[in-house]
């Protein structure tokens, strides 16, 4: 591996997994309250371009991380209406 891949490598971990946090916070309060899904919608929808530039420029970092990233966020989405469904339920 090149020292160029080691860089993206360490960068795109840091940066692909910064919505992790959130993530286990909502499912530990098992609540979306507070949570706005559109930013997440909205990047797991660029990250699936990340993902196409780097089969483009031939970036194994760029690919796999924004593979990563798309899942974290779409299951940001997922469990936020997951719960709001559930919110609503039990409200009424």
């Known amino acids: 591996m090149e020292g160029h891949e080691i860089v993206g490598f360490v960068a ?8 992790a946090p959130d993530l286990l916070a909502i499912l530990e309060r098992r609540s979306s309250q507070g949570m706005n899904p559109t930013m997440a919608g909205i990047m797991g929808s660029f990250q699936i371009m990340w993902i196409y530039y780097g089969i483009l420029i031939d970036s194994m970092p760029v690919v796999v991380w924004n593979i990563i990233a798309v899942v974290i966020n779409f ?13 609503k339920k039990l409200t009424g």
């Open 12 to 19: 795109g971990f840091g940066t692909t997994f910064a919505a």
């Open 75 to 87: 299951l940001m989405v997922g469990v936020f209406f997951y719960f709001a469904r559930i919110g």
